[in-house]
């Protein structure tokens, strides 16, 4: 494998951007955030972004109650990291009440539920594309849905409570909840994970969305890294991470980046995705679950991409403003790009990260 320099002042100022933004605990993209705040702190040598990220997670856990509709999107796996970095009974003792409240929610299959109303994510979509009069119908009462962005957050959460309490059953509700979405989500057509399932008509919706897949992917490595190896169902994590980072490949453009809905250059140009997926690969190729001869150009390109995306200020740009969701694909299409968000500046760290591991 090639050798990639790393830029070390580009590391600082992607980190003092990603740190700069107004976290308020809890909302989607603090957990790769704060896992890309972690992994800056390493790569420079410096205690900073950890100390930032505990007195975060510290002033959470002293008013966590009562739980909110998005604890879900809690950076619980980051949490269990600081943990077992600084031994913090308070915060271990917040963490352990947040995993039991995010397992005891109502589920659909293994699954928990994201949302029993929609509304707080569907909208009507951007760039004006109608919804026929069946949609506009749905649109006033969608009902219960679960969203693929989640298997970044509960089972990786969970997997890794698997380590700090051994008798709690984490590891089995990590492996369940991950190979959980397959049934709601997984499309036999494009290969890859759909963006939501209503309960009401039992349908996935939405092809294709390369963040999308980023969320999904990352997920199923972080459980089949904190489940141990030996349990049930890992094999199955396993398989299910290399078949979806294999049909990514087929979708990877030329330059190393993917169109915002992979499967669909209508879609255009976004960034995120490159990163997500240099960090899912780099990590898969260094855990041996991804092979090295057929992952590691890919890998590079992504990150040669990501690299490409940054400015001199280490924003990364086009990346699309926080997606929400529409019953049509045409919204997607049409999200606000060139957004300063942790789903943006987190993945390159992460990518930064890897990378690095992935060469020792």
Same mark, same amino acid.
């Given at each position: ?84 970095? +600084? ?26 539920? +994201? ?51 051994? %008798?709690?059953?984490?590891?089995? =509700?990590?492996?369940? %909840?991950? *190979? ?8 036999? %057509? ?44 890992? %094999? ?63 890998? =590079? ?8 995306? *940054? ?50």
């Amino acid at each position: 494998m090639s050798k990639l320099k790393i830029d070390v002042g580009l590391v600082a100022d992607v980190a003092e951007r990603l740190g700069a933004h107004p976290f308020k605990g809890w909302f989607y993209g603090d957990s790769i955030g704060f896992e890309g705040l972690i992994a800056a702190a390493k790569i420079l040598d410096d205690p900073k972004w950890v100390n930032f990220s505990h007195g975060f997670f510290r002033a959470w856990a002293t008013r966590m109650t009562p739980f909110q509709p998005d604890d879900n999107t809690a950076p619980g796996h980051v949490m269990c990291d600081i943990v077992e970095q +600084t031994g913090d009974v308070i915060l271990r003792d917040a963490v352990l009440e947040l995993g039991r409240h995010l397992r005891s929610r109502r589920k659909h299959g293994q699954v928990s539920i +994201t949302f029993e109303d929609t509304l707080r994510s569907l909208r009507q979509p951007y760039g004006g594309a109608g919804l026929s009069d069946f949609e506009q119908k749905q649109m006033e009462n969608p009902g219960a849905g679960i969203w693929l962005d989640c298997m970044h957050f509960d089972a990786p959460f969970f997997a890794h409570l698997s380590r700090i309490d051994p %008798e709690g059953g984490w590891a089995r =509700a990590a492996i369940d %909840e991950i *190979l959980g979405y397959k049934p709601l989500l997984f499309s036999a %057509e494009t290969g890859l994970y759909r963006h939501y399932w209503l309960e009401d008509v039992n349908k996935s919706y939405i092809d294709g969305w390369g963040r999308g897949q980023g969320w999904a992917l990352l997920g199923l490595l972080d459980v089949a890294h904190y489940v141990p190896a030996t349990f049930a169902g890992v %094999e199955a994590v396993k398989a299910e991470a290399l078949a979806l980072a294999r049909r990514m490949l087929d979708y990877q453009l030329n330059d190393g980046n993917w169109h915002c809905m992979v499967h669909e250059p209508r879609s255009g140009p976004e960034s995120s995705t490159a990163a997500f997926m240099a960090t899912a690969f780099f990590r898969g190729i260094k855990m041996g679950l991804l092979p090295e001869a057929e992952f590691v150009e890919p890998a =590079a390109r992504a990150y040669e991409a990501m690299v490409a995306n *940054l400015d001199s200020k280490g924003n990364l740009l086009g990346v699309s403003a926080a997606v929400m969701s529409a019953l049509v694909e045409e919204h997607y299409w049409h999200v606000p790009l060139n957004r300063i968000v942790p789903w943006g500046q987190g993945p390159v760290l992460t990518a930064i990260a890897a990378q690095a591991s992935a060469q020792t």
